[in-house]
Nanobody
Framework: VQLQASGGGLVQPGGSLRLSCAAS?????????MGWWRQAPGKERERVSC????????YYDDSVKDRFSASWDDARKTTYLQMDNLKPEDTAVYYC??????????????????WGQGTLVTVSS
C-alpha cells in the first residue's frame, strides 16, 4: 500500500478533524501533488485540496476554503488535512491522491494518480 489514509470519524457540526495520509518508504512524496478528494453518498467525487510537492503551493475548493488546511511532515512522509468548522455537507469518504505530474493547478486525478483507501468523515449532531 503506497498511501494510507486515516483520521476520519464522527464529529459534531463546528468540530474539527485531522486526516493523515502516510506514504510508504518508496513513495517519493515531494515528486507528487498530494490531493484530498471526497465522495458523498450519491454525489460525484470532488477534490477539496491539493499541496504541491514541488513548491508547497496549496489549492482549495471554494466550499472548504478558510476551513481546511493541507500540510505535510517530511520526516513522517505524511500529508495532513486539517478540517475545522465542519459542516454536515462535509460528510463523505475522503481519499488522499498522489498526482505524479504534480499539477495541483489542474484539479484532476489522471489515470496514473495513486489513490489511498478512503476514510469516512461524518458530521452530524
Amino acid at each position: 500500500v503506497q498511501l494510507q489514509a486515516s483520521g476520519g470519524g464522527l464529529v459534531q457540526p463546528g468540530g474539527s478533524l485531522r486526516l493523515s495520509c502516510a506514504a510508504s518508504k518508496l513513495f517519493a512524496l515531494h515528486h507528487y501533488g498530494m490531493g484530498w478528494w471526497r465522495q458523498a453518498p450519491g454525489k460525484e467525487r470532488e477534490r477539496v485540496s491539493c499541496i504541491s510537492g514541488g513548491d508547497g503551493s496549496t489549492y482549495y475548493d471554494d466550499s472548504v476554503k478558510d476551513r481546511f488546511s493541507a500540510s505535510w511532515d517530511d520526516a513522517r512522509k505524511t500529508t495532513y488535512l486539517q478540517m475545522d468548522n465542519l459542516k454536515p455537507e462535509d460528510t463523505a469518504v475522503y481519499y488522499c491522491v498522489g498526482d505524479p505530474f504534480d499539477r495541483c493547478d489542474l484539479g484532476v486525478a489522471g489515470h496514473l494518480s495513486v489513490w489511498g483507501q478512503g476514510t469516512l468523515v461524518t458530521v452530524s449532531s
